[in-house]
């Protein structure tokens, strides 16, 4: 798989075509299950879905038309791999709002990701349960809510030093054998103070 290091930056002028071909919520998890685990073929992929396998290798080869995904080392000569080629897809909040479509694509991108945040936690409780992983792995395992206030210019700082400290201890780690791979879901969301006598919208969160 792709290294941490190696990512694609989108750019919403230069790659308006490989924005809208993203903007489906099909290709972009057929690309997140690449990235998570390794190459796998139209067929496998359509398995994991509940697609069928025509829409599979089609929607990767739109993929594989933007430079998503590319072909993977063939175990045999019947069918097409696949692999991701980036580890990560990234972009510039401030230049994704310059455009309706890539507004649209940052929405989709991150609901996904919530997706993703619920399925990973049904596999972490299974994983555990059954033995997959071991129990060292139960008291640093969890998901955290907490709610500082801070300025724009800190909440900048703090996903610099995190991005900063989570390649310094993937480097550490990359030849350990206890390390597995880990979904590490994060978000900074401000939000504006409720006006008074606002309606509830949902339960507030709370430290965790």
């Known amino acids: 798989m792709p290294s941490e290091d190696h990512k694609r930056v989108l750019d919403p002028e230069q790659d308006a075509a490989a924005l809208k071909a993203l903007t489906h919520p099909l290709r972009i998890r057929l690309l997140g299950m690449l ?3 390794g190459p796998a073929t139209a067929s496998e992929l359509a398995v994991r879905t509940g697609e069928s396998s025509a829409s599979t290798s089609y929607h990767l080869r739109v993929l594989a038309k ?4 590319a072909e993977a080392e063939h175990r045999d000569g019947r069918e097409r791999r ?6 990560l897809t990234c972009w510039s909040n401030r230049a994704m709002e310059a455009t309706p479509g ?3 694509y940052v929405t989709l991108s991150r609901r996904v990701q919530i997706q993703h945040l619920e399925e990973s936690l049904l596999r972490h409780e299974a994983d555990l349960a059954d033995g997959r ?13 907490r709610m500082p206030r801070l300025t724009p210019e800190s909440l900048t700082e703090l996903w610099e030093c995190f991005g900063g ?3 310094e201890l993937a480097a550490r780690d990359a030849g350990d054998p206890r390390a597995v ?3 590490l879901l994060t978000a900074g969301l401000p939000l504006a103070p409720r006006e ?3 309606a509830p919208d949902g339960a507030a969160g709370g430290a965790s």
């Open 82 to 87: 696949w692999r991701a080629v980036h580890a």
């Open 196 to 198: 008074t006598g606002a």
């Open 181 to 183: 791979q880990v979904v």
């Open 165 to 167: 400290r989570l390649r």
């Open 35 to 37: 990235r998570q685990d």
């Open 66 to 69: 933007y430079a998503f995904v």
């Open 102 to 104: 890539s507004r649209a």
């Open 133 to 145: 992983l071991g129990r060292e792995w139960v008291e640093p395992s969890g998901i955290s809510d």
